[in-house]
């Protein structure tokens, strides 16, 4: 294992206000109707686009998505690192396992907020939705990140809290880590990833023995 690529919301970083509060504000602002975050939970992971149709039923979901980031941009303090995850990524760095991070959030927000939860340094690489045409569960991000290090596919593994990162990595013939602590608690069972673990952590000890 040379690589371990990570999703970040709901991964690496804590932003479950960020995210609900900033769709909460959205639809309140564009008049519809809000929906339990419970109901929410199930999109989350997905591109903002389609989030947006599923929870309103439009189809130009424009402005709410530029509510949506300047919500966020005014916000930057509410994200914050999952307790563990520097070190566990202190210990990757220093065993000399490559660092990349794929996510659905837009380029705009994500370097921030990445510095911001003191983790950014750790990162080689980072894509965002910009960044690919077709994103998550598409594996293009991965493929991606796999030529950016030069390794093989077996050399990698995608870690996330959505089914849609677990199908990315299945889809890029990547080995698959679900975590239970994120949006999708364990709902990620469902997408049958190859590890499921508890606390990021363990992700040191995965990598070793693979």
């Known amino acids: 294992m040379k690589a371990v690529i990570f999703d970040i919301d709901?991964?690496?970083?804590?932003?479950?206000?960020?995210?609900?509060?900033?769709?909460?504000?959205?639809?309140?602002?564009?008049?519809?109707?809000?929906?339990?975050?419970?109901?929410?939970?199930?999109?989350?992971?997905?591109?903002?686009?389609?989030?947006?149709?599923?929870?309103?039923?439009?189809q130009d979901v424009a402005r709410l998505i530029d509510t949506h980031h300047?919500?966020?941009l005014e916000h930057p303090y509410l994200p914050f690192a999952y307790n563990t995850v520097k070190e566990t990524l202190h210990s990757l760095k220093k065993q000399g396992i490559q660092i990349g991070a794929l996510t659905s959030r837009s380029a705009e927000t994500v370097q921030d907020t990445l510095e911001d939860a003191g983790i950014g340094g750790y990162i080689a690489h980072v894509l965002?939705?910009?960044d690919v045409v077709h994103h998550k569960p598409d594996p293009e991000g991965i493929y991606k990140h796999l030529n950016y290090f030069?390794?093989?596919?077996?050399?990698?593994?995608?870690?996330?809290?959505s089914p849609v990162d677990v199908l990315a990595g299945k889809n890029a013939g990547v080995k698959t880590v679900g975590v239970t602590y994120g949006f999708h608690g364990n709902r990620i069972l469902e997408s049958?990833?190859?590890y499921v673990i508890d606390d990021i952590?363990?992700?040191?000890?995965?990598?070793?023995?693979?």
């Not at 991964?11 to 206000?17: K, S």
């Not at 975050?37 to 929870?55: K, N, P, Q, V, W």
């Not at 030069?150 to 809290?161: N, Y």
């Not at 952590?201 to 693979?210: P, T, Y």
């Open 128 to 130: 965002t939705l910009d």
């Open 70 to 72: 300047v919500f966020q």
């Open 10 to 58: 709901g991964t690496l970083l804590d932003t479950t206000e960020y995210i609900y509060q900033a769709f909460e504000n959205s639809l309140k602002t564009h008049g519809y109707p809000l929906i339990s975050r419970a109901d929410m939970s199930h999109t989350i992971g997905e591109s903002l686009e389609d989030c947006y149709r599923a929870f309103c039923g439009a």
């Open 150 to 161: 030069g390794i093989a596919p077996e050399q990698a593994m995608m870690v996330g809290d």
């Open 201 to 210: 952590g363990e992700i040191v000890r995965l990598v070793a023995k693979s």
């Open 192 to 194: 049958d990833p190859d």
